[in-house]
């Protein structure tokens, strides 16, 4: 599977983002395709998964609410829309996919076997 995020950029605080991870070699609806973050000098974390084709969705504590992970088989396209954007979700945002990965692990970037390069977003006071 091949992964391109895009769709960051630069936004007030408050304002939305809409992300897109475009995936190819294989159909989003067989994979669990999540969205991780990482600032600077911080680890990668969790954002939000489509799991499994769509399924199920999981949100991390910190976006729950204003943040919706969706997906559109006929574009094979995963999006994150962010809304209500904080300075501190400032990172540059990463989509990776895995077709076997058990729900335990949904949340560990390290256990998905594909991920694309990221997109930065950044969101000023």
């Known amino acids: 599977v091949q992964l391109q995020a895009y769709g960051g950029g630069l936004v007030q605080a408050g304002g939305s983002l809409r992300l897109s991870c475009a995936a190819s070699?294989?159909?989003?609806?067989?994979?669990?395709i999540a969205w991780f973050r990482q600032a600077p000098g911080k680890e990668r974390e969790f954002v939000a998964a489509f799991w499994r084709g769509g399924s199920n969705t999981y949100y991390s504590d910190s976006v729950k609410g204003r943040f919706t992970v969706s997906g559109d088989s006929a574009k094979n396209t995963v999006y994150l829309l962010m809304n209500g954007l904080r300075p501190e979700d400032t990172a540059v945002y990463y989509c990776?996919?895995?077709?076997?990965?058990?729900?335990?692990?949904?949340?560990?970037?390290?256990?998905?076997?594909?991920w694309g390069q990221g997109t930065l977003v950044t969101v000023s006071s």
């Open positions: 990776e996919a895995d077709s076997s990965i058990i729900l335990s692990s949904v949340r560990m970037s390290q256990q998905y076997d594909y």
């Open positions: 070699g294989r159909t989003i609806s067989r994979q669990t």
